[in-house]
């Protein structure tokens, strides 16, 4: 089987799974609390500046874990936007979000950096990750983000390429244990509320 007529497969397969989660899980931009419990799961990733940052050096802090792609046309931007106003309304140096590339061939660190910066991002208090494919697969699957891809033919129905075009809005928040607290589905989420809900984690153990 070429590499093609595999990736046609893979797609085929993600397309009969992948979409019908993803419409769960975006819920056509309605937004979806959960309080949950136990561990997150570790992982380490390189930042906006080439170094290396694992979920375990935020130990001691609230730690706010999404997943966005730079090049994403609605979602991405409007929640980073959105977390951007909840960083600056929570001036808290034990408050520190994390932003996920679910696309590391196409966001390097300079394009991380760059995203970062369109949005004011406070670097000090936000990382934007990327790393090997295998590594954000891993990280993808550790915390359960379904992707849709799509397939780019040429005029001959060839595959020329595979592309992201949605993934699952999802972000995770963790206590200063390392312990999932909260789950928020969909880009239309109520700042208000987050920020009721990161500023009791931040007064636990003070």
Known sequence: MTIFLRHLAVLSLLVSIVVPALTEANGKGKWLRKEVSGPARNFTLTDQDGQKVSLEDLRGKVAVVNFVFTYCPDGCPLTTAKWRGVQEAVKDDALHIVSVSIDPDHDTPPVLRAF??????????????????????????????????????GPDGEILAISIVDHGLKTSVVDRQGMKRFEYWGQDFDPKVVIQDLTTLLAEGR
């Open 116 to 153: 970062g910066n369109k949005f004011g991002a406070d670097f000090r208090r936000w990382s934007f990750l990327t790393g090997t494919t295998e590594d954000i697969e891993r990280v993808r699957a550790l915390y359960k983000i379904p992707l849709e891809r799509r397939a780019k033919r």
